[in-house]
């Protein structure tokens, strides 16, 4: 069975965007996206909201008029690799391969995906996220903390969610940016 990630990269007052929806203050590292880059390579399906999916697209063809280093490059050919589900109401089609469109978030789903996945599964974006977590779908957060206070935006938890963690694993990387890995447990 595949376990399912949500896995995000946060300010320190744990906000995945500003109150202007913004991810400007991520700023990519070499040593940093390498190890998002480990993970991600376990994983065969990414499940995204909408916002989320529109800003991860940029990965199908737009990065390829950019000067990227080696990093980013092989996320791409990951992200391009994976299946992608993503959940909309409003999304008319995908503007990537590999890609489906569901209009609503069915846990039942989500539970046969996880049973018949030969690869991982990550989900992407906090309010598709709060759905699995809040339906014990979710078995693994792995949260990339950045050293900035945003202030406000959307958070990577939603309010009123209880949960008990074990912490797997955590790592600190030169440029402040710190990984925790928690399981889940039920």
């Known amino acids: 069975m595949a376990k399912l990630i949500y896995l995000?990269?946060?300010s320190l007052d744990t906000y995945v965007e500003d109150e202007h929806g913004s991810f400007g203050w991520i700023a990519p590292n070499k040593e940093w996206n390498s190890?998002?880059?480990e993970i991600c390579s376990s994983c065969g399906i990414f499940l995204y909201g909408r916002r989320m999916y529109e800003a991860m697209v940029y990965w199908e063809?737009?990065?390829a008029a950019h000067n990227h280093q080696d990093f980013h490059l092989?996320?791409?050919k990951q992200w391009q690799a994976a299946e992608k589900i993503v959940y909309?109401?409003?999304?008319?089609e995908p503007r990537s391969v590999r890609t489906r469109i569901e209009r609503e978030f069915d846990t039942d789903e989500v539970r046969r995906l996880k049973v018949n996945a030969e690869r991982d599964m990550t989900i992407q974006g906090p309010e598709i996220a709060a759905q699995a977590l809040r339906a014990g779908l979710v078995d693994e957060i792995q949260i990339f903390v950045l050293p900035v206070i945003v202030g406000g935006g959307k958070q990577f938890f939603p309010d009123g969610l209880h949960l008990n963690l074990e912490l797997?694993?955590?790592r600190a990387f030169r440029n402040g940016v710190v990984a925790v890995r928690y399981a889940v447990c039920n």
């Open 168 to 170: 797997v694993e955590e």
């Open 35 to 37: 190890y998002i880059n």
């Open 74 to 76: 092989d996320f791409a």
């Open 8 to 10: 995000m990269n946060t």
């Open 88 to 92: 909309s109401r409003t999304l008319a």
């Open 61 to 63: 063809t737009e990065y």
